[in-house]
């Protein structure tokens, strides 16, 4: 039997809209090659026209950097503890140990994924009975889905604990008509290489007002004090975005809602051509939802069927991932305080993320689900 390796399908790819290169070609004809200049301004006027609702956005050098000025704008410190989705990238976490607090990790809900409103009420009520009163609450809109926000915009006003949205997969999402990102009191949004728009690496910080943006400014370069030699007296940090990179950021922009478009319609393809078999779950967008659909979810019946398709459509050369592993079940994490109800645990067992680019074609697609189909039948 004659075998040929068959072109290589991504999880998520770059995708490149044409445009990027006149802005990273005007960067290098100005001499603009550093981090700041006339790409990184209008990179962030971009955002704040997308986003809307009055946010001050502060292009950084990642979503992590963000997340991590997040924190320390909200006066994270050490031994303070921070709520946090358990039901994530290790990214919404890590920074949390930056500053030397520690994360109480959420479980999830059934309708989102995402933080499940009634145990993260029980962790502040048992936190603050403990004298340990948390100082933020970090919310991810998974996969592009938006959290429960009403639900926990709710709960942050009556104990008064401030949200950290993590928005990093879920630029181009609406809850109520209303763009993520805009919703918590600091936001943030990553464009690394697999996100629904790519610089390539890089992310922002999304803030209520232009203060705090100019704060975030001020320790994203250095913390240095307004005086002609340098003087600190601030910790700072090197995290502003390259004006080169940002080109490619002002180049993204133009074509963010055909790629969210086209990431809807994966997601619909596959709900289409799956539907009805063997107990394929698709996670549906509850009323008043609008997902970018950044990457398209299944869940199966099991871990085995799982792992089965999962090999299935490597061996034909086709990248698939679990969806991902809770952070309470992180090796490094093993010690945390935690607030479970099984859900995370499951989707992680039964779940997988199937080729999701905006650069896909049908016949990718189709390649995709044929395989599914074949090994299911
Ligand atoms: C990608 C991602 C981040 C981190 O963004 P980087 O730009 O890669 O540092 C944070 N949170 C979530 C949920 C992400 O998917």
Request: glycine content about 8%.
């Amino acid at each position: 039997m004659e075998t040929s390796v068959q072109k290589k399908i991504w999880l998520s790819s770059p995708h490149m809209g044409g445009t990027e290169q006149n802005y990273v070609q005007e960067a290098f004809e100005t001499n603009w090659i550093a981090p700041l200049g006339p790409n990184v301004s209008g990179f962030e006027s971009d955002i704040e026209e997308f986003i809307g609702n009055n946010v001050h956005v502060a292009c950084l050098s990642s979503g992590t950097g963000a997340i991590h000025l997040a924190l320390e704008l909200l006066g994270v410190g050490l031994g303070d503890e921070v709520l946090c989705q358990s039901f994530t990238f290790a990214a919404t976490a890590n920074p949390i140990t930056y500053l030397g607090a520690k994360p109480v990790f959420i479980d999830s809900e059934r309708d989102t994924w995402n933080l499940s409103p009634e145990l993260l009420e029980q962790a502040i009520k048992e936190r603050i009975q403990a004298g340990k009163k948390p100082k933020a609450i970090m919310a991810v809109h998974l996969y592009g889905m938006p959290y429960k926000i009403d639900e926990v915009m709710a709960i942050s006003e009556i104990y008064g604990i401030p949200v950290i949205e993590d928005s990093a997969e879920a630029l181009g999402s609406m809850y109520k008509g209303r763009a993520c990102g805009s919703f918590g009191d600091l936001a943030i949004l990553s464009f690394n290489g697999n996100k629904i728009i790519t610089t390539s690496g890089g992310g922002a910080l999304l803030c209520k007002d232009e203060e705090t943006k100019q704060k975030a400014v001020f320790l994203a370069t250095q913390a240095r004090d307004n005086a002609p030699h340098y003087q600190h007296s601030h910790i700072g940090y090197n995290y502003r975005m390259s004006n080169v990179l940002a080109g490619i950021g002002r180049g993204q922009m133009e074509v963010l809602s055909e790629r969210v478009a086209a990431r809807r319609d994966n997601y619909l393809f596959y709900r289409e051509s799956l539907h009805g078999i063997q107990e394929i779950e698709f996670l549906e967008e509850p009323i008043g939802y609008h997902s970018n659909r950044w990457l398209s979810c299944i869940l199966t019946p099991s871990f085995e069927v799982r792992e089965n398709i999962r090999l299935a459509l490597s061996q034909e050369n086709i990248e698939s991932r679990p969806l991902w592993k809770p952070m309470h079940l992180q090796p490094v994490f093993e010690d945390t305080i935690r607030y479970t109800n099984g859900v995370s645990e499951d989707l992680f067992n039964r779940g997988l993320c199937l080729p999701s680019g905006s650069n896909l074609e049908q016949e990718d697609l189709l390649r995709i689900t044929n395989i599914i189909k074949n090994l299911l039948r």
